[in-house]
Each structure stands twice: as structure tokens, then as C-alpha cells.
């Protein structure tokens, strides 16, 4: 069984400061790690995901998360928050697998909100 | 390039009704996945097919939810008779590699 846990319902961080958002997660074997973020009334859009390689993931946007096998993590980072970065973020996880099975296993969400 | 396409963007209906939920995915992926999203429930995977076979029904709540998908560019959801509990948004994702690329989604409202 695959799971993942954003433990912040809700982020609040003023804009120009750093923001992150934390992921953990549990599989059975090697994870595929993903974040996505949602707008109001919009579909789920892909910032950046952790195959294999370096640790420290660079997405869209701006945004990086860092890998962490020891503490089963994936926190979503970003150097300076902008007041358009406000959105529910999504944290993912699948395991590996070189058959068909594709499912991921999404985080309840985060609502990041960034103040002006 | 075009994204996924979905269809209807929103939907009314009345309990009873049949609902069908149409969505078109990303030329070349083979692999789509229909979620549904409510507050209650978050993001749920319902159904998934590669190549247009179906892989994992089992998070299809009911049986009156069916999903088929006749070709590589086509997938409809349908939901037969729908219930009020049924009132939630629809996405239909699709992916070659290991990301899913998200539609607009589909507003359902079952009255």
C-alpha cells in the first residue's frame, strides 16, 4: 500500500519570504514523487516530480522540493513567495513498478496562501 | 499543444438522470485515469486504462458508475441513475511517462 500525508491543512506566509510546503510519504519500494497545484475551479497542474538522480527536484514556477529518503519526505520549497502562488498544492506518490500499474496516491491538499 | 479536453464543463441534473462525462486525453499518451474530487473525499481514483484496456475499476463507487474508452482519443464516464451524492468535480487525467496531466474538469451538480 502506498500513502502520503500533507500534514498543514493551511500555509500561510507573507509574500517575498520563503514558503514551504511538507509531504511525507509510505511505499513499498521505490517512489515516484509529484506536486501539483490547483487554482480555483481548475484542473490539477504537474510543478515537478522525483524519479531518481539528485535529491533537490527544480519544477515550474520557481518551485523545488527536496527528496529525503531517510525521513520519507518531499517538502515543496520556494526561495520568495508571490501573492499569485496562493493555491491548494498536492503532493503524489506511486511506486515504482515496470508493469501496468500507474495508480497515484494524492495528499488531502494544502491551501498555501501568501499574503502581500 | 491542446491539453486534456473535458465536456461538459458543468452539469446539472436531476436524480435519476443519466450523466455522461466525456473526455478527450493528450495525443499519444496511453494511459488515462478518471478522479473525482469532493471535500469530503478529496481526489479519488476511480478508474484507469492503458492502451484503452482497463486496469483498476476498483475505486468505481458503484455500479452504476461505467467508463468505457472505444479509442485512443475518447473516454466517457457515465453515470446511470445518478444520486445527489454523486454532485462532485470530475477530472479526467492522461500520461506517457511517469506524470498525469489534468482537464479542466467536469462541475456535476445532481439536484
Redesign the interface.
Known amino acids: 500500500a502506498q500513502s502520503v500525508a500533507q500534514p498543514e491543512d493551511q500555509v500561510n506566509v507573507a509574500e517575498g519570504n520563503p514558503l514551504t510546503v511538507k509531504c511525507t510519504y509510505s511505499v513499498s519500494g521505490n517512489p515516484?514523487l509529484?506536486w501539483?497545484v490547483q487554482y480555483p475551479?481548475?484542473?490539477?497542474?504537474?510543478l515537478l516530480?522525483y524519479?531518481t538522480g539528485d535529491n533537490l527536484v527544480k519544477g515550474s514556477y520557481g518551485f523545488e522540493a527536496e527528496f529525503n529518503k531517510s525521513q520519507t519526505s518531499f517538502h515543496l520549497k520556494k526561495p520568495s513567495a508571490l501573492v499569485s502562488d496562493s493555491a491548494l498544492y498536492?503532493c503524489a506518490v506511486?511506486v515504482f513498478s515496470s508493469g501496468?500499474?500507474?495508480?497515484?496516491t494524492?495528499g488531502?491538499?494544502t491551501q498555501l496562501t501568501v499574503l502581500p | 499543444d491542446a491539453g486534456v479536453i473535458q465536456s461538459p464543463r458543468h452539469e446539472v441534473t436531476e436524480m435519476g438522470q443519466e450523466v455522461t462525462l466525456r473526455c478527450k486525453p493528450i495525443s499519444g499518451h496511453d494511459y488515462l485515469f478518471w478522479y473525482r474530487q469532493t471535500m469530503m473525499r478529496g481526489l479519488e481514483l476511480l478508474i484507469y486504462f492503458n492502451n484503452n484496456v482497463p486496469i483498476d475499476d476498483s475505486g468505481m463507487p458503484e455500479d452504476r458508475f461505467s467508463a468505457k474508452m472505444p479509442n485512443a482519443s475518447f473516454s466517457t464516464l457515465k453515470i446511470q441513475p445518478s444520486e445527489p451524492r454523486d454532485s462532485a468535480v470530475y477530472f479526467c487525467a492522461s500520461s506517457l511517462g511517469p506524470a498525469q496531466f489534468f482537464g479542466p474538469g467536469t462541475r456535476l451538480t445532481v439536484l
Open positions: 515516484y509529484f501539483y475551479n481548475r484542473g490539477l497542474q504537474f516530480k524519479i498536492f506511486r501496468s500499474a500507474r495508480q497515484l494524492f488531502s491538499g
